[in-house]
């Protein structure tokens, strides 16, 4: 069974900086991408970060461009999301997503198959 787990979250004051990671279990995402989207009590899930893992093709949602970074660890199976200069409009639970099969970067969350179970990221101003 496929799982994704994420870690990381937590509270921070407006521009300090967390680092997320998902790991993955069961499953090695060899030709897929990888995806970090956040969501807002009634907001539709948003696309943040994806990257390519066949491809190492990297998208980021224009607002975090310049201050997120994805990255990946093969041997650990990790993806990561290094979020610096946090803003309180930041503030969402953040989940993480693998497209399988698939390699393209895609902006919504219903091309996603698999999913963690998300950690709150709380940025105070």
């Known amino acids: 069974q496929v799982h994704l787990v994420e870690s990381g979250g937590g509270l921070v004051q407006a521009g300090g900086s967390l680092r997320l990671s998902c790991t993955a279990s069961?499953?090695?995402?060899?030709?897929?991408?990888m995806g970090w989207f956040r969501q807002i009590p009634g907001k539709e899930r948003e696309f943040v970060a994806g990257i390519s893992l066949s491809t190492n093709r990297i998208s980021y949602l224009d607002s975090v461009k310049g201050r997120f970074t994805i990255s990946r660890d093969d041997a650990k199976n990790t993806v990561y999301l290094q979020m610096n200069s946090l803003k309180p409009e930041d503030t969402a639970v953040y989940y993480c997503a693998a497209r399988d099969p698939g390699s393209l970067i895609v902006l919504s969350p219903r091309l996603y198959n698999y999913w963690g179970q998300g950690t709150q990221v709380t940025v105070s101003s």
């Open positions: 069961g499953h090695t995402f060899n030709n897929s991408a």
